[in-house]
């Protein structure tokens, strides 16, 4: 079992930067895949990346060059790194525990989500 807590996130301006923080507590922490998603009011909750085990990341097309995933097992934490944020980035931003892949139906596992604002 995983518990999640993101932290990092806040307003920025567009173009700015931000790193999310996902800490993980339980003992099998680095037998998960770990992944991102996004939820905007009244949408769905989309996938922006993940990360497995090993280290190979997977990214939506649309932050794919502007986004980095990695993690530390032996501190479990998992990080999102935002560069050259837009305002359709703005969301509430979720970290996920769980088998690889990009639906939430591959993870059982979820943060509480935390808000990024990005202003003009």
């Known amino acids: 079992q995983v518990q999640l807590v993101e932290s990092g996130g806040g307003l920025v301006q567009a173009g700015g930067s931000l790193r999310l923080s996902c800490a993980a507590s339980g003992r099998t922490f680095s037998n998960y895949a770990m992944g991102w998603f996004r939820q905007a009011p009244g949408k769905d909750r989309d996938f922006v990346g993940a990360i497995n085990w090993s280290g190979t990341t997977t990214y939506a097309d649309s932050v794919k060059g502007r986004f980095t995933i990695s993690r530390d097992n032996a501190k479990k934490m998992v990080y999102l790194q935002m560069n050259s944020l837009k305002r359709e980035d703005t969301a509430v931003y979720y970290c996920?525990?769980?088998?690889?892949?990009?639906?939430?139906?591959?993870?059982?596992?979820w943060g509480q989500g935390i808000q990024v604002t990005v202003s003009s």
């Open positions: 996920a525990a769980g088998s690889w892949g990009d639906s939430v139906s591959n993870y059982n596992y």
